[in-house]
Structures are given as C-alpha cells and as structure tokens.
C-alpha cells in the first residue's frame, strides 16, 4: 500500500477503509488513550488517515500532531478539523528515518504498520522509538493473524458446505503467497497486509527498546468479517491487537 494508493483512495476513505474507531465494541482504544492524556502532553498520531482520531484527542492534549505521507488525507483534515485549533499536520513517509524537531509524549499508531516488508516496519518501529519522549508512552494497534484464522474456523463452522468446497478446490499458492503467509502477510482486499501474533508483537517491542509492554484485544462485531452472521454467533470476537509500551 503505497502513497499512490492511499492519495487515491483519500476522497472515499470512510467508506473504503474499515473505520476502527467507530467499530472498537468495548471503548477499549479510547479508555487506553484516556489513562496517558493530559492537556500538559503532546501527542502524535502516526499514519492519522483522515483524522478520525482528532477530535478524540483534541480536546485531551496539549498539542496533536497529524502525522501521515498522504497529502489528500492531511488537506481533508485541515480542511474538516479547523475548529480543532491544537493540530499540526506533518507529512511524512514513516518508512523512511525520521526525526522530528520536537519529541512526542504519546504517540498512537493505529492500523498503520501494515507493510509486508520488514525492513520497512522496522523503520517506522524505530520512528516511533526515536521520536518518543523518555518514559513515554505508546498506543499501538495491528491486525492479528490469530483473529484471521479464528474467523476463518468460526466461518466454515457456520457454513459446513463451503468446508466440503474448500477441500475440493484445484487452486494453488504462488511461491510469494506462500512465504508471505509463514510471516503473517496476508492479504485485506487483495492487499498483501502484514498481521502479526501476540508473541511476535511483544518480542519485536521489547527488541526496540520497549518496557512495561501491555497487550490486549480490540473486538469487533461477527459482522466486519462473516456475511450473513447467525444470530446465535457471540464472542470471542474477531479483534486487532492493542498495546500499551513506554520507552526505557
Ligand atoms: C488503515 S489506515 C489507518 C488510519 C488511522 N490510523 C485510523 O485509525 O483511521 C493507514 C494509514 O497509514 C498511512 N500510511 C501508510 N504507510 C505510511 C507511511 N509509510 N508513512 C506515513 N503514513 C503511512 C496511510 O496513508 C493511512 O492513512
């Protein structure tokens, strides 16, 4: 998913891009985000979309840095948010090093480190680190790979027939398709998209420095991943990976 992309895909975003904000089920992102604001802080939102974290954080930070390499999305934000009179947007490629003039108390990354390859994530990882304030604290979402494969049980067990379909199927995987799957690139709307475990999630922040590492579940409705969900489907639901990390 390049910038070519994203600019693209910019005027109809809200409709094309799965909104996490509006669909997080218990509030967790929000209550996580409540327990570091302060209106003393400063906070970045890295890869910020069109802005649907700003009027959240708004009102709960010193300053908020909109931080994204789309200029679409950073001219709908100035253009949509100019009652919010604490953001700064910046446009940067995060895969790319940066350093910032100024250090970020917080910083919230939601659904932005989605790219299949790993010297790029490791970048954007290590942005992150850079630009975080000593004892700062971080606010990290990502896909999770075991949530698409418990969607995908919790699919064939509500539809017994495409079960008997998928074992007769002639399709094969590519050489890439099956490397990117050992390391938990799959595909969102064909769109080879990195997802990672609990484990790997942990073990990659603590490399990068990371302490006090908290992870939990974003949950979201049956209905974001399985068309024509029985009534009877509860939890578990599908979910994103939540962190909660301070720099050392
Ligand atoms: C799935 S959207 C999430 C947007 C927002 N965080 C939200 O929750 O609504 C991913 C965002 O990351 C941005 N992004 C992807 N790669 C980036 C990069 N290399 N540098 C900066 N932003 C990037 C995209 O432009 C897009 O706005």
Same mark, same amino acid.
């Not at 400063?42 to 994204?68: E, H, M, R, Y």
């Not at 938990?184 to 922040?205: A, C, Q, R, Y």
């Not at 908290?214 to 990976?241: C, F, H, M, Q």
């Given at each position: 998913?390049?910038r $070519? ?10 409709? @094309?891009?799965?909104? =996490?904000? *509006? ?11 409540? @327990?570091v604001?302060s ?30 390499f789309?200029? @679409?999305? !950073? ?25 910032s ?8 990354? =939601?659904?932005?480190i ?17 630009n975080? $304030?000593? *004892? ?10 075991e ?16 079960? !008997? ?15 990117? !799957? ?11 998209? $990195? ?17 006090n ?32 990390a301070?720099k050392?």
């Amino acid at each position: 998913m390049d910038r $070519k992309f994203w600019n693209k895909v910019s005027a109809n975003y809200n409709k @094309e891009i799965f909104n =996490v904000s *509006k669909s997080d089920k218990n509030g967790i992102i929000k209550s996580w985000i409540k @327990e570091v604001a302060s209106p003393k802080k400063t906070i970045a939102d890295f890869g910020c979309g069109v802005g649907n974290w700003l009027p959240l954080l708004s009102p709960q930070f010193k300053q908020v840095f909109a931080i994204d390499f789309s200029s @679409e999305h !950073l001219k709908q934000i100035e253009k949509n948010y100019t009652k919010l009179k604490n953001i700064t947007c910046k446009n940067v490629d995060l895969t790319k090093t940066w350093k910032s003039n100024e250090k970020f108390d917080t910083m919230l990354c =939601v659904n932005a480190i989605l790219n299949a390859e790993l010297s790029k994530r490791k970048i954007i990882y290590k942005n992150i680190y850079t630009n975080l $304030k000593q *004892k700062g604290h971080l606010i990290l979402v990502v896909p999770s790979i075991e949530s698409v494969i418990f969607s995908n049980l919790t699919f064939e067990k509500c539809n017994p027939k495409a079960v !008997l379909n998928s074992t007769k199927t002639k399709e094969k995987i590519s050489k890439t398709e099956y490397i990117n !799957l050992k390391h938990g690139i799959m595909n969102i709307d064909t769109l080879p998209t $990195k997802h990672h475990l609990k484990e790997e999630l942990f073990t990659t922040l603590t490399d990068f420095g990371f302490k006090n590492i908290k992870i939990d579940k974003v949950e979201y409705a049956w209905d974001t991943e399985i068309d024509n969900v029985p009534r009877s489907l509860r939890g578990p639901y599908p979910w994103d990976w939540i962190v909660m990390a301070t720099k050392k």
